[in-house]
């Protein structure tokens, strides 16, 4: 199994971010993605593996996420993790006939004991995020690409159409 986790943090607005630091977090999140898998590849597809991702709330596109985005001066990570989003998407199709399973974790909310929830307001825990993961890993639906239905102690990933 494979576990993408890496993204590089970069708050500022938009406008005052440079080319090559939007640069720097595509690497990160998507080629960095990429040459993990195609490295990975032969053991994957002899095992029987998968690659499971963890994505961001704030690459889904809605109203809402681009609001936080934008809020959190984090538009520059909204995008590299909305490429991540596209690159998850065309590895689950791309690999299936390898019998590798490619699935996307996306977090919508902060989780509690990290450094992002300082006060401890968040109700979604590391166990909860680490449970979809596992869902999705025994699970491995062909359809189910991506779970960002949950928060708190969620019940497991629903069907999601392509």
Same mark, same amino acid.
């Given at each position: 199994?494979?576990?993408?986790?890496?993204?590089?943090? *970069?708050?500022?607005? /938009?406008? #005052?971010?440079?080319?090559?630091?939007?640069?720097?977090?595509?690497? !990160?999140? @998507?080629?960095? $993605?990429?040459?993990?898998?195609?490295?990975?590849?032969?053991?994957?597809?002899?095992?029987?593996?998968?690659?499971?991702?963890?994505?961001?709330?704030?690459?889904?596109?809605?109203?809402?996420?681009?609001?936080?985005?934008?809020?959190?001066?984090?538009?520059?990570?909204?995008?590299?993790?909305?490429?991540?989003?596209? *690159?998850?998407?065309? /590895?689950? #199709?791309?690999?299936?006939?390898?019998?590798?399973?490619?699935?996307? !974790?996306? @977090?919508?909310? $902060?989780?509690?004991?990290?450094?992002?929830?300082?006060?401890?307001?968040?109700?979604?825990?590391?166990?909860?995020?680490?449970?979809?993961?596992?869902?999705?890993?025994?699970?491995?639906?062909?359809?189910?690409?991506?779970?960002?239905?949950?928060?708190?102690?969620?019940?497991?990933?629903?069907?999601?159409?392509?």
């Amino acid at each position: 199994m494979l576990h993408w986790n890496p993204y590089q943090p *970069l708050y500022a607005p /938009l406008l #005052k971010v440079t080319p090559q630091q939007l640069q720097s977090g595509f690497n !990160v999140s @998507v080629t960095g $993605l990429l040459a993990a898998v195609q490295a990975a590849h032969a053991d994957l597809k002899a095992t029987n593996g998968c690659v499971l991702v963890t994505g961001a709330g704030i690459s889904l596109e809605t109203d809402r996420s681009a609001q936080v985005a934008v809020g959190w001066d984090s538009a520059a990570l909204a995008v590299a993790k909305a490429a991540q989003r596209k *690159l998850v998407h065309i /590895l689950h #199709k791309g690999l299936a006939d390898d019998g590798i399973y490619v699935a996307e !974790v996306t @977090v919508k909310n $902060l989780v509690a004991g990290t450094e992002y929830d300082p006060e401890g307001k968040s109700v979604l825990t590391p166990e909860a995020v680490a449970q979809q993961f596992w869902l999705l890993q025994q699970q491995r639906e062909p359809g189910v690409w991506f779970v960002d239905d949950f928060e708190g102690n969620a019940p497991p990933p629903q069907r999601q159409a392509d």
